[in-house]
């Protein structure tokens, strides 16, 4: 099993920044991704940033150029840096894992439990 620990949400004014953490603990044999998903009231879970194996990054268009993932691979941890804060980025956010028990290359993808970020005056 795989255990994903998010920190870092809370209440944020527009033009802020907060930094997400989600640390990855348990029995694998590598995590091939990790990433960041949102999810607002009343709309769908949505892609906000993905880093593939170690160097490769994707962003939803709406974060490019605020938000920054990055990977601390010692650690097992991925972060989200956030930048220029909107309140159109109020949502739950969701650290994400896709893992590999074994040598096989099948992977599983596991969640956090979420954090709340609000962004408001």
């Known amino acids: 099993q795989v255990q994903l620990v998010e920190s870092g949400g809370g209440l944020v004014q527009p033009g802020g920044s907060l930094r997400l953490s989600c640390a990855a603990s348990?029995?694998?044999?590598?995590?091939?991704?990790m990433g960041w998903y949102r999810q607002a009231p009343g709309k769908q879970r949505e892609l906000v940033a993905v880093?593939?194996?170690?160097?490769?990054?994707n962003y939803a268009d709406s974060v490019k150029g605020r938000f920054t993932i990055y990977r601390d691979n010692a650690k097992n941890t991925v972060y989200l840096q956030m930048n220029s804060l909107k309140p159109e980025d109020t949502a739950v956010y969701y650290c994400?894992?896709?893992?590999?028990?074994?040598?096989?290359?099948?992977?599983?993808?596991?969640w956090g439990q979420g954090t709340q970020i609000t962004v408001s005056s």
């Open positions: 994400n894992a896709r893992v590999q028990k074994d040598t096989t290359p099948r992977e599983y993808g596991y």
């Open positions: 348990g029995n694998f044999f590598s995590i091939n991704a």
């Open positions: 880093i593939i194996r170690y160097t490769t990054t």
